[in-house]
C-alpha cells in the first residue's frame, strides 16, 4: 500500500522557519514527481514546490526564494525547508506522488496534510 506521511508542521512567529518532510513508500517514490501543495480553508489547494525523480524543481512565484524543495532518494523523504515565514503561509501543506506506474498508467498520491501555523 502506497503511503505519503508528513511531518514537520507547527506554530511559528513570522521570520521564523520550518522543515517539513514527507516520507513515502519505496515502490514510488524513486520514479515519481514530489510535490508540496498548501489549502486554507475556503481555497482551492495551491502548487508550492514541486522536484522530479531527476532533481529537477519548479516553484509558485509567491514562495520563490523563500521555499526549497529537495529529495533524498536513500530515505524516500522529500522534504520543504521554508524560511521567512510569514502569516500568509499558514495552512495545511499536503505532500503528493504523481507519476507513471509499470503498467503504464498515471497515478496520484496524496499525504494527509500537516498544518503550519505562523503568527504575526
Known amino acids: 500500500q502506497v503511503q505519503l506521511v508528513e511531518s514537520g508542521g507547527g506554530l511559528v512567529q513570522a521570520g521564523g522557519s520550518l522543515r517539513l518532510s514527507c516520507g513515502a513508500s519505496r515502490s514510488i517514490f524513486r520514479t515519481s514527481t514530489m510535490g508540496w501543495h498548501r489549502q486554507v480553508p475556503g481555497k482551492q489547494r495551491e502548487l508550492v514546490a514541486a522536484?522530479?525523480?531527476?532533481?529537477?524543481?519548479n516553484y509558485a512565484e509567491s514562495v520563490k526564494g523563500r521555499f526549497t524543495i529537495s529529495r533524498d532518494s536513500a530515505e524516500n523523504t522529500v522534504y520543504l525547508q521554508i524560511d521567512s515565514l510569514k502569516p500568509e503561509d499558514t495552512a495545511v501543506y499536503y505532500c503528493n506522488a504523481v507519476g507513471v506506474g509499470v503498467d503504464g498508467r498515471e497515478y496520484g498520491y496524496w499525504g494527509r496534510g500537516t498544518q503550519v501555523t505562523v503568527s504575526s
Open positions: 522536484i522530479t525523480s531527476a532533481g529537477s524543481t
